[in-house]
């Protein structure tokens, strides 16, 4: 069953479904706006487009041009100037969810938090030595 939304772009009723974000007015009229980008950035000289030119030349928004590069519709590869926010601080990458230095502070703080967990762990079974010590006095 799919469910009714209002589409976020223009506020009218559609059904939902996993392949669509927007109404299918919306979703034609992106496709319009990414072929029109696909077109622009194939030319050679049009390559190192920067985003402010891409929604410049385009008329699509940012948060489009992001979408299309994380689905991989656009090879940020290819374009060197192209990329998409970072889930965590905004920071623009082109791989991935999280820029290289929110990787680093999470795995950091992954790995602290397994040394302590380790540490509870080991002071359990101190404690439950010593519990059990006692017991046999
Ligand atoms: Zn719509
Ligand atoms: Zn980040």
């Avoid at 990329?83 to 920071?91: A, E, H, L, M, Q």
Wanted: glycine share 6%.
């Amino acid at each position: 069953m799919n469910e009714i939304v209002n589409c976020p772009r223009c506020n009218e009723l559609y059904a939902k479904n996993a392949f669509r974000d927007v109404c299918p007015k919306c979703s034609r009229s992106e496709e319009e706006l990414y072929q029109k980008a696909y077109t622009f950035l194939r030319k050679r000289e049009n390559r190192a487009a920067t985003m402010e030119r891409l929604v410049e030349v385009t008329g699509a928004t940012e948060g489009m041009i992001h979408n299309w590069i994380r689905k991989g519709r656009l090879q940020p590869a290819q374009f060197p100037n192209l990329g998409y926010p970072c889930d965590r601080c905004g920071t623009i990458i082109q791989k991935g969810k999280l820029c290289a230095s929110c990787v680093e502070e999470i795995e950091k703080g992954l790995q602290k938090h397994e040394r302590e967990q380790a540490f509870s762990q080991v002071r359990e079974e101190q404690h439950q030595q010593t519990y059990l010590g006692r017991r046999k006095d």
